[in-house]
């Protein structure tokens, strides 16, 4: 599948993963069936929350990398189709990669690969890819830097100098926010425009233990370490730490800012998978609209966000949309535009 149909052009790509899900509930959870084949992965997710806001035609803006071994189920590929967007799906000499998903209490999550990964680089970027005028990349800092430096050489080698530089959201990966790598965290960050840890990862970079819960007062003093070091080309990019039920931190330049939560009640978190990874999409395709108000972007984030965490998987888009603005498209039975109106007249 040719990634846009060969039209227009691409506003996010996601350098994420798909993922075949197992996921285990929680035990305090009423269901404790497991469920199995569940669309999942940083990078599903985060496209999904880029679609979201990317009605048809704008679908097709959505840039993500499927790799279909032997073993992908057939009505996952009618689910991906129906949201139009411009995924590569290719096919793979091997099982897709799939993922066990184990939660505990306070929303501890467990994960492991249950068959052999397959991670995707800036050699995987086809040339409308390529092009994208953001990118999602989670990874460690030393080869986040890595593979901007290879997207940035390429698109050089195939644009010219006359393209514009694409807006670069880093989602540093759990297992290295640990303090030995602050200082390459640190080196990273002159490459991209957005770092976006959440508040466990932020406080691991600083602290070996950290309490339950979010600690405000430290969320802002960490991100306030990394602003002071630089974000960005110019140094004029933005952390943003996403904070569970507390919602999310904003800070660039002089704006420090705390967005709540959309879901205030608890009980309408089913299952918290991906909620993170969506954030990003939303991010991201906020901030390639509308470059200059990065609270906006973190409120479509948010929006985006509270889709991907109602129901157990990704969100189900239950109406499309026939007039091409997103006011007749509905996931999980509900309008993204009128909740991000209500979230926005509540946020102001």
């Known amino acids: 599948m040719a990634a846009n149909g060969g039209k227009g052009v691409i506003d996010f790509v996601t350098l994420g993963m798909f993922i075949i899900d197992e996921i285990y509930p929680p035990p305090t959870a009423a269901d404790q069936t497991p469920k199995k084949d569940v669309i999942g992965g940083a990078g599903t997710y985060s496209a999904i929350g880029a679609r979201l806001f990317s009605p048809p ?12 071994g032997s073993d992908f189920p057939t009505e996952l590929r009618t689910v991906i189709a129906s949201w139009k967007t411009g995924v590569l799906i290719r096919p793979r000499d091997a099982p897709t ?21 397959k991670r995707l680089t800036a050699d995987d970027l086809m040339p ?43 989602e540093p990966v759990p297992d290295l926010c640990t303090p030995e790598e602050l200082d390459n965290t640190s080196e990273a960050l002159q490459y991209v425009d957005v770092i976006s840890p959440n508040h466990e990862e932020l406080a691991s970079l600083f602290l070996y ?9 430290a969320v802002e003093k960490h ?67 509308n470059p ?48 991000l109106s209500e979230f926005r007249t509540n946020t102001t």
């Open 128 to 170: 409308e890819l390529l092009k994208s005028k953001s990118f999602h990349l989670i990874c460690s800092p030393t080869r986040c830097i890595e593979m901007i430096q290879q997207i940035l050489h390429r698109r050089q080698g195939a644009f010219g100098d006359s393209e514009a530089k694409p807006i670069i959201i880093w």
């Open 223 to 289: 991100a306030q370490h990394f602003l002071s070091h630089g974000i960005g080309r110019s140094g004029k990019g933005a952390i943003v730490v996403r904070a569970g039920k507390e919602g999310c931190y904003v800070a660039k330049d002089n704006v420090r800012h705390w967005l709540p939560a959309y879901h205030g009640d608890p009980t309408r978190v089913v299952d918290p998978t991906g909620g993170g990874n969506g954030f990003l999409g939303g991010l991201a395709v906020g901030l390639v609209r």
């Open 292 to 339: 200059n108000d990065v609270v906006e972007a973190a409120r479509l984030g948010s929006i985006a966000a509270s889709f991907c965490i109602e129901q157990v998987g990704v969100p189900k888009l239950t109406s499309a949309d026939n007039g091409g603005d997103g006011a007749d498209e509905r996931w999980n039975a509900e309008s993204v535009q009128q909740r």
């Open 57 to 68: 035609p704008q679908s097709r803006s959505v840039g993500w990398i499927v790799d279909a």
């Open 97 to 117: 990669t799939r993922g066990w998903n184990g939660y505990g209490e306070n929303e501890h999550r467990a994960f492991k690969y249950l068959t052999e990964k």
């Open 209 to 217: 233990t950290h309490t339950p819960g979010v600690d405000k007062a």
